[in-house]
Each structure stands twice: as C-alpha cells, then as structure tokens.
C-alpha cells in the first residue's frame, strides 16, 4: 500500500491520470450552472438538452471503440488523441456563434471524452492490484472533489459577472498540462493484438441511440407525437436497436460483447452503471435550471447547490474502498444504491418548493450514494478479467454509464419541455415546478432501477468464490 502515493514510482502516473480526469470532471459540473446564460445569448431555450445528450451519445458511441484500440495499440496513444480532441473542441466552443454551432462542437468534446473517461479508469485497473485500487480511489476522488467545488462556481461565475464562454477556455491550459505529464510520466510495456474494429456495430447503435433520442426531444416540440416525423424517428431508433443484437452475433469482435455481458458479474455491474448514469444526468444537468426557472437563483447559487452532489460523491468513494475490502462489492454497491434512492426520493418531495438549501442537502444524499456505488461496481469487473480484456470491460461499463446518461437526458428533457409548453414557458414559475417536479420522480424510478441491479451482483467477499479471479490477479505484472 506504501506504493500508491504520488511520491511512490508510479505516482507520477497517476498525476497525469488525475489531470486527465480533472478535464472531464470538471465538465460535468462547469456548464449546467450557465444553461441560462447560454440560452439567454444564444436563444432556443427548447434544444438545451441537445448539448447534454449530443456529449453523452458522442461518449457513449465511442468509447467501445476507444477501449479496443486500447487494448491494441495501447492506453497512452489513445489517451493522448482524447485529451488534444477535448481541447480543440473546448476552443471551437467558445467561439460558437448560435445553439447549433455549440451543439455540433459538444458532439466533438464527447468524443474526446469517450477516450479520456474508459481509458484513465483502465490505466488505474492496470497499475494497481485490487487491495491498492482502494487507495488509488481516493487520489481519482480527489479531482471530482475539487472539481464539484471549482466547476459549478466557475459557471456561475462566469454566467453572472463575465461571459459563459469562458467555462470551455479554461480548459486548455489544463489540457496542455495534461498532453505533458502523459508524454512525460506514462510509459507502458505493450503486449499488442491484433483487433478488429466492429465499425458497423457502432454505426447501427449511433443511428438507433441518436434516432431514439431525436424523438424524445423533439416530440411536442418541434412536431407532434403523432406526426410522421415523429413515428419515423422512432421506428428508425427501435428498428436499430432491435438489429444490434444480431449484428453484434455476427462480428468477430463486437462493440458491446454480449459474451462478457452474459458474465454475472459483469452483466450486473454494466446495469448498475446504465442506472447511475441516468441517475447522475437527471440531477448534474437539470436542477440548476430548475432553481433558476423556478425559484428565481443566481447561477451562482445554483452551483453551489448543485455542487453538494458532486462534493458526495468523492466523500464516499475515497472510503469506499475500504468498506468492500472487508464487506464485499456487493454490500457496498447495494448500501450506496439505497441511499442513492433516499435522495431521489427527498428531490421528488421536496420539488414542489424550490429552494436552493433542500436541493443542496438532497443532493448531497444522492452523491454520497452513488460514490458507494460507482466504483466498486468497476472495480469489481476490472478485477475479474486479465489486461487484454481490461480495456474491453471498463469500456462496456462506461458504456453503459454514457447511454443511461444520454437516454435519460433525452427522457428528462422531453418531460420537462412538453410540461413547461402545456404550462405556460420557462417564464413561469408553476409551470417550471411542475415540470421539474415530473422529473424528479423519473429520476427516481432510475435509482429504483439501480437497487435491482445492485441486488443481483454475487454475494460473498472479495476472496469468495464469485470473485476468485480478481484476487488471484495480479495486474502490476502485466503493465509497466
């Protein structure tokens, strides 16, 4: 365990693995907080979800892909094109010139973080054995900690007294950090495959997530629900998904391997990210307009509400670690995903009176949850496989994560907006409390979905039978 500090021989890695992180984490909180002031210079109130799920689509597409050439070429190349994509992308956005340009830019800020989010949490499973990834946890909790404090202040900041433009600018100089340390610090002993990219699965689940989504949130806006565009939008989206399956059979290597899913533990811990996403999303991206809708907040307030999750969060998962280790994942995954509920729950009834003080305390309580939850459901698949699966694994995990992420803004949207237009607009307050309030409870059936989930992980500790394999590995021997 002495070896797992930032003084210790691969400390320096993981200095470069936490500014990598940093990027990402502070993504997920910088730009909610500014919603308002986007929409408010750029106008198209109705398309804000577009810049959540267009990011979180543009992931979740690609991180499959990111994670095979990973486990080909190796993490430090595709790492690097991730963090030089998601810093070009943050300079186009802040330029942008109307929705639509900024929309198109976040899809390119996706799919720099589709390499940057799998592949930091694959180099971590490679360094550490199971007992110091329980350390290595708090050092990864640390960024969002610091980032759950920085990043919605920041936005709001900037939203009220300067200009939102500046949440993507102040991206590159951590960006360039970040290109140095990994160039300088991470050198990797290569074993490589030779794999084959499963480019039609990835099509076939872009067109079917993206025609699916397409229909969530633009139905009662931009057309009917019962209009054309609409039932092609769907039928398409349906159409897709029901054919991956098949496609997927079919491809020597598949983008999502249903062979791996049909592992117990990591079909389990796959559903359980797909319901923290969702979960995640259903809060980070809404509640700061809701306070502002609905009870009147500055962006500034509003991130510091927001910020209580994203201050949870790394609070429980840098002790985590520790808990599984004597309990096992399953308890702790199961304890993190009914406090989680608790939370969602304290939202839904709390909703009908906006206040920034409720929502900072419930917030807090969902955060804490999911901090017991996220990571020790991937560790608990990273440990199960060996290095050239690693990759494969911890890449249908945050899969899944992204996908539940982008459905469920799609799903949240599509609520929000056909309630505030039956309502009255976003310039009103009723309409916006019970549109939010609508939401909430959706967001709640996703943290009910992930107490299922969590309930069918195997039972037993560490070293029981279910997970035999991740104490008998050893990944320090397979990786530089």
């Avoid at 989010?117 to 329980?134: K, N, S």
Wanted: proline content about 4%.
């Amino acid at each position: 365990m002495a070896g797992v500090g930032l003084r210790s021989e691969r400390g320096l890695v993981m200095m470069a693995v936490m500014l990598s992180t940093g990027l990402m984490a502070l993504d997920a909180t910088v730009l909610a907080t500014a919603v308002p002031a986007v929409v408010k210079d750029l106008g198209d109130f109705h398309q804000f979800p577009w810049l959540f799920s267009v990011y979180l689509l543009a992931q979740a597409v690609s991180v499959p892909v990111y994670s095979k050439l990973a486990d080909t070429i190796g993490r430090k190349p595709v790492l690097i094109f991730g963090v030089v994509l998601f810093g070009v992308s943050s300079i186009l956005a802040a330029v942008s010139w109307n929705m639509a340009a900024l929309i198109a830019f976040r899809v390119l800020q996706g799919l720099g973080a589709g390499a940057i989010g799998p592949i930091t949490m694959t180099v971590v499973g490679d360094l550490y054995t199971v007992a110091e990834r329980a350390k290595a946890q708090g050092y990864i909790a640390s960024v969002w900690a610091l980032s759950s404090v920085v990043g919605p202040a920041m936005g709001g900041l900037f939203a009220q007294y300067a200009s939102w433009r500046w949440i993507f600018a102040v991206n590159i100089p951590l960006v360039v950090v970040a290109i140095w340390a990994l160039a300088r610090f991470y050198h990797e002993d290569v074993h490589p495959r030779r794999h084959r990219i499963d480019y039609l699965g990835a099509t076939v689940l872009t067109v079917g997530l993206t025609a699916l989504i397409l229909a969530l949130l633009e139905g009662g806006s931009a057309w009917a629900w019962n209009s054309w565009p609409s039932y092609a939008s769907f039928g398409v989206g349906l159409i897709a998904l029901a054919v991956f399956p098949a496609v997927e059979r079919r491809a020597a290597e598949p983008v999502l391997d249903v062979a791996i899913l049909r592992r117990r533990l990591i079909g389990t811990t796959t559903v359980v990210s797909l319901a923290i996403g969702a979960v995640m999303t259903g809060v980070t991206s809404f509640v700061p307009t809701y306070l502002v809708a609905a009870a009147g907040q500055t962006p500034v307030i509003s991130g510091v509400a927001i910020a209580a999750l994203t201050l949870g969060w790394p609070l429980a998962s840098s002790i985590a670690g520790r808990v599984y280790l004597r309990h096992g994942f399953r308890a702790t995954v199961l304890l993190g995903s009914s406090i989680a509920l608790v939370g969602a729950l304290g939202l839904v009834a709390t909703g009908p009176w906006p206040s920034p003080w409720t929502v900072a305390v419930v917030c807090f309580v969902m955060g804490f949850g999911l901090g017991w939850t996220a990571a020790p459901s991937l560790v608990a698949a990273q440990a199960s496989v060996d290095w050239n699966e690693r990759g494969l694994v911890t890449g249908s995990n945050m899969l899944a994560r992204s996908v539940g992420s982008a459905v469920g803004v799609a799903v949240y949207g599509a609520i929000v907006n056909n309630l505030l237009t039956a309502g009255g607009g976003v310039a009103s307050p009723a309409a916006a409390v019970t549109a939010f309030s609508w939401m909430f409870g959706a967001v709640a059936l996703s943290a009910a979905l992930l107490i299922v989930a969590a309930s069918r992980m195997p039972r037993g500790g560490v070293d029981s039978a279910a997970y035999a394999v991740a104490v008998a590995e050893d990944p320090v021997t397979n990786q530089a």
